[in-house]
Structures are given as structure tokens and as C-alpha cells.
């Protein structure tokens, strides 16, 4: 290495020793002087770890309606109350539109159909209050990834033969079948009763509300005995691959809209939801909350910069002597420059890494102590400390350039 490299990285060394010394002998100065850079990066860093965490909560848990799978109801994503209004007017899905579907359809894999109400399960004197009851086809299960723990599922024999069987989710279960066998055990399921004859694996929670407060039966005894006219079918569609999702949602659109004789101008008298809708909606919500995030980061960044400014600015009246002698044993503007940038980028960095570490612990207690999925990313960490040091550069100039251009001979004179 030569002897200038050896003195560059001398002087860098020194450069950032003497910030941090700063740092150290002015406990309350500095922290006061880097609050504003905290207060960025911590607000930054939480939020984008809250948002990061609710994309991969959002699409595990809700967004995942099973491989290569969408969804047609009566309703559709609604987002204002107009177009609730107006899709109130919209026909019911029923069992007629499953059945066309699943003849019908060239790009699908599999078709499957579920309607549900709310009951109160009893055994003997135990009650579970508003279970799901769910008449849904055999293939339902399947298709959305539910297993059996206990017993069997729903057979295409039960639905064939409209037979009052059903599948407890494991809450149900749980709650009305303590320590028993479940397996040939008759429930009440408001005045109607049904054999048990299996249990589900758990589900699960989505945002704390447990997904294992349901009760399968067959689609077919659903529209027998539950059936009461208003609700409507929701339909699950399975493409053949991925590269068929688009494909398949165009052929199960042509196939309703002519079967509802729905005229070519008008919309559709339905609603596609695909894991994709989902995010997006997603997405334009939690696009709000960074937004607003970002706006408070910028706010608390120019705040913070403009504390360093002012106290850098000090430093060069305080260090005017310091400085005449660096200029008067040979010391360039250059140099005096990257010294005062190099200073106040140390500050600003040393704010990002509080910053930082506030963040992530924040983030810790919050998974531990909560349900909020909360995920830190490296591109979080990148980010947050990168702006940090550009604020410090940014707001180090002018101080840097006007303690380069003081004259040595007045500077030496300068008392500090």
C-alpha cells in the first residue's frame, strides 16, 4: 500500500474516532442531536417490517385459496357502498351453476361448491355456539388443503346419497367431544342431527379468529335439509396449471354469463376472486399506510439533518483554531472537507443504528406478545441505514464547505 493510502486511512480512522469522541463527551447534546434521525429510521423500519409481515401473513392465510385456484361468488371484492348496493340485485349462485361449471369446463381440474349457515352443535350437555355448518362437495377438502385427523372425510357416496354425516373442525370437536372417540357419535346441529365420522387437522387463526369452527356435511344433504333459499353457492375452481389461471377464469366467465343471459355490454353478474385480487387489494391498502410512513420519515429526516447542520455548524466555531493549524501544516480544502462530511455522516449513521436496533426490538416484542406478523428484511436494514448516512452527507456540505474556506491566519487568531 502507499504511503497516501496509509495516511488516507489514518486520517479516516481518526475522522470517525473524533466524531464518535464528540458523541461520547456530549451524552445529552447527542442524543438530542440524533432524535430525529431515531425516530426516521425506527418509524420507517417498523412499518416496513409490519407491512412485509402482513404480505406473507395476507397471502399464506388469506390469499391462498389452493394450487392454481380461484373463486366465483355472488359478491365479488367490494370496496365501497355503491357497488354493494348494485350487486345486491345480482342472482344467487346455486347448485345449477356448480353443476354447469363442472360439465362444462375444459381448463379446470377440479370444480367444487360450498354453502354455509350458522348453528349451535350439542352432545349430551356440551354446546358449541355458531359453528360453520358447511355443505360442501367431497372435493371441497381437497382442493383447500383440509386433512383428516380422525376418521374420514366426506365420501362422494355420502353426497350421492344425501347421507347426514359430517367432518368437526377440531374446535368443534374439542369443545363437545372431550376425551371421547368422536368417530359414530350423533350431534345436534340445531334441530337436525348428523354422525360424526371424522375430525380435521387444525387450520388454525387468521388475525387471532380460529378457522376450526367448522362442520362439514354433504353438498347434496346441505340442499336438501338446509337450504332455505337465500344463500348463495360459493364456487371453487382448480385450473389445470398455473399457466391456466387466466384461461380458466375466462371459460367459467363465458359459461355463467351466458347461462344468467347476461347482455354483452353489461358487467358480469358474479365476482372472480383470485389470490392475485386479493394482493393487489392488499396492496393498495397497506400502499396508504407506507405512504403515510414514508411522509413522517421524510418530516422526522429534514428535522434531524437540520439538527446536525446546526450542530456541525458549531463545531466548525468551536474548532476554528484546530482548523487554521490543519490548513497551516499543509492540510488542503479537500481534506477539511471529507473531515466535517465524514463527521456528520458518523453522527447520522450512529442515529440510523439506534435507530435500527429500536426497531427490531420493537418488532420482537411485538411477534412475542401478539399475533401481528411482524418480519425485518435485509432491504429494510439497507435502506434505513443508507438514508441515515445520506442525511448526514446532505446536511454535513454546508459546514464542511464553510469550515474549508476559512482563512489559517484568522483562524490561528481565533479563541475557543
Known amino acids: 500500500m502507499s504511503r497516501r493510502g496509509i495516511l488516507t486511512g489514518v486520517d479516516l480512522g481518526q475522522t470517525m474516532f473524533l466524531a464518535l469522541d464528540t458523541l461520547r463527551a456530549h451524552k445529552l447534546r447527542s442524543f438530542l442531536t440524533l432524535l430525529g434521525i431515531i425516530l426516521a429510521v425506527t418509524t420507517l423500519v417498523a412499518v416496513m417490517s409490519v407491512v412485509n409481515g402482513l404480505n406473507l401473513y395476507i397471502a399464506d392465510k388469506v390469499a391462498n385459496l389452493g394450487a392454481n385456484s380461484f373463486v366465483i361468488t355472488r359478491f365479488g371484492i367490494i370496496t365501497n357502498a355503491q357497488d354493494f348496493i348494485r350487486a345486491q340485485r345480482r342472482p344467487r349462485l346455486t347448485a345449477a351453476d356448480y353443476e354447469l361449471l363442472l360439465s362444462r369446463m375444459r381448463d379446470a381440474d377440479q370444480v367444487a361448491a360450498i354453502e354455509a349457515t350458522t348453528q349451535d352443535a350439542r352432545y349430551g350437555n356440551e354446546l358449541f355456539e355458531d359453528a360453520q355448518v358447511a355443505g360442501a362437495t367431497p372435493n371441497y377438502a381437497d382442493m383447500r388443503d383440509i386433512t383428516i385427523a380422525t376418521g374420514r372425510g366426506i365420501t362422494e357416496a355420502d353426497n350421492l346419497h344425501r347421507e347426514d354425516v359430517c367432518v368437526l373442525g377440531l374446535d368443534v370437536a374439542t369443545k363437545i367431544l372431550p376425551g371421547m372417540d368422536p368417530r359414530g357419535k350423533t350431534i345436534h346441529l340445531g334441530s337436525k342431527t348428523c354422525t360424526v365420522v371424522g375430525v380435521a387437522d387444525p387450520l388454525g387463526t387468521v388475525f387471532g379468529v380460529s378457522r376450526d369452527t367448522f362442520i362439514l356435511i354433504p353438498f347434496n344433504t346441505y340442499e336438501k335439509e338446509w337450504k332455505i333459499g337465500t344463500e348463495s353457492a360459493t364456487l371453487f375452481i382448480q385450473a389445470r396449471s398455473q399457466d391456466l389461471m387466466d384461461a380458466a377464469q375466462d371459460e367459467a366467465r363465458m359459461i355463467l354469463r351466458a347461462a344468467h343471459h347476461v347482455p354483452y355490454h353489461d358487467p358480469d353478474d358474479f365476482g372472480i376472486i383470485a389470490p392475485n385480487s386479493i ?127 476559512l482563512d489559517p491566519i484568522v483562524a490561528l487568531r481565533a479563541e475557543n
Not at 302 to 317: F, K, R, T
Not at 341 to 357: D, I, K, N, P, Q
Not at 388 to 398: M, N, P
Open 279 to 405: 394482493m393487489q387489494l392488499w396492496q393498495q391498502l397497506t400502499g396508504n399506510i407506507f405512504a403515510i410512513a414514508v411522509w413522517l420519515t421524510a418530516v422526522f429526516l429534514v428535522i434531524g439533518g437540520i439538527v446536525i447542520m446546526n450542530i456541525m455548524l458549531a463545531s466548525v466555531s468551536e474548532r476554528t483554531r484546530e482548523i487554521g493549524i490543519r490548513k497551516a501544516l499543509g492540510a488542503r480544502r479537500k481534506h477539511i472537507v471529507m473531515q466535517f462530511l465524514l463527521e456528520s455522516a458518523t453522527l447520522s449513521v450512529v442515529g440510523g443504528v439506534l435507530g435500527l436496533l429500536l426497531a427490531i426490538s420493537i418488532t420482537f416484542a411485538v411477534r412475542t406478545l401478539t399475533s401481528m406478523p411482524m418480519t425485518t428484511t435485509w432491504g429494510s436494514v439497507v435502506t434505513a441505514l443508507a438514508l441515515s448516512s445520506s442525511v448526514g452527507l446532505f446536511f454535513g456540505i454546508y459546514p464542511a464547505v464553510r469550515a474549508s474556506r
